[in-house]
């Protein structure tokens, strides 16, 4: 099958691999529809992490080909989406509601790569959800951004107790940060607070609930935040992109007693100063998103029309142009590329 190859930073290439077949009972086989390039990616295309000749992507939706003796959920014709963290969905860590830290978890992207025709999912009952039936073309982007970044922005926004009578600010514009300003609205927030200095991303951002722009970052940004808030910060902050100034930013940002929710992947190096964490006297929780604990309440509202999050792909390529789409987001010409299979 073809599928995407990092071969060393900035050199991505369609090259093939061998057809994924059942290994596992509890596996399933899907022929992908659709899948995407992440932020994430990015890091070892900009060389921050390692990479050689590695398999990419993590974000899926798929037509199942062929399950195991031990899958009940799924069957051969459903339409599916699944996490980007496979999950077994019957340790106590799962059914406690964090199938990202699920006693049997393994990262998508470190073990399967989805930027390909095809993809093994172990684990199939607890990491795909059907959707009711086969979709529309025009519904595919909008499950494609569940099964990584509108997860993981929902997931921030909860994190931040986003809720009626609530202000949100949202530190980072890429489709994370945007997506955690479209759950904050359908979650009641008042006001959203969208902290971007790019026009294509604020109009987004607007379209999605944003109710205020902050241009200003770091230190500046946290006090256009105070500024806009009395004085007192928001009462919930979602901090998407994972620098030690953004989430300073995001902790400056939030009064005290209030609430930030982080999941923008941090790398070694980011350090928060312990004084300042303490005082700040803030509520803190975030990291990989528990998205298949939201699957199903997020395709339902994707396939009753009541939110359109596949707007966040700005550009669609074939598979075969994944290279142009990492070069796009790379240079920010792109938020998020969809690579159509």
Do not use: N
């Not at 086969?134 to 499950?143: A, F, G, T, V, Y």
């Not at 994190?159 to 980072?172: E, H, M």
């Not at 359908?186 to 959203?192: H, L």
């Not at 312990?274 to 006297?281: H, P, S």
């Amino acid at each position: 099958m073809r599928a995407v190859i990092m071969d060393a930073p900035g050199e991505v290439a369609v090259g093939h691999r061998d057809d994924p077949r059942i290994v596992d009972p509890a596996d399933a086989v899907l022929r992908l529809v659709a899948t995407c390039i992440c932020g994430s990616d990015l890091w070892p295309y900009r060389g921050v992490e390692p990479v050689d000749h590695t398999p990419m992507g993590h974000e899926y939706v798929g037509i199942v080909e062929e399950v195991g003796s031990e899958v009940a959920t799924v069957k051969p014709g459903d339409f599916v989406v699944g996490s980007f963290v496979i999950s077994c969905g019957a340790c106590e860590i799962c059914e406690s509601g964090y199938p990202s830290k699920c006693v049997r978890f393994q990262f998508v992207a470190q073990t399967i790569g989805t930027q390909a025709e095809k993809a093994r999912i172990p684990h199939a009952d607890g990491t795909l959800v059907a959707t009711p039936g086969r979709p529309d073309d025009e519904l595919i982007p909008s499950l494609l951004a569940a099964s990584d970044v509108l997860g993981t922005g929902w997931f921030a926004a909860d994190a931040a107790a986003a809720g009626a009578g609530r202000t949100v600010a949202v530190v980072g514009d890429g489709a994370v940060g945007l997506m955690g300003v479209l759950a904050a609205k359908q979650m009641g927030a008042e006001r959203i607070i969208a902290m971007s200095r790019h026009p294509a991303r604020q109009r987004l951002a607007r379209e999605f609930g944003a109710t205020d722009v902050v241009e200003e970052r770091g230190a500046a940004g946290a006090a256009k935040v105070k500024e806009l808030t009395g004085g007192l910060g928001a009462h919930s902050v979602v901090e998407a992109v994972g620098t030690e100034e953004s989430l300073l930013q995001a902790i400056r940002s939030c009064r005290p007693g209030g609430h930030v929710g982080f999941v923008g992947v941090a790398h070694e190096g980011v350090k928060i100063p312990a004084d300042e964490l303490f005082f700040a006297e803030v509520h803190l929780h975030g990291g990989p998103a528990p998205v298949r604990r939201y699957l199903p309440e997020l395709i339902r509202l994707i396939w009753d029309r009541e939110i359109d999050p596949g707007r966040v792909f700005d550009l669609a390529l074939p598979l075969e142009r994944a290279a142009e789409g990492y070069r796009a987001m790379h240079e920010r010409s792109a938020v998020k590329v969809m690579l159509t299979v």
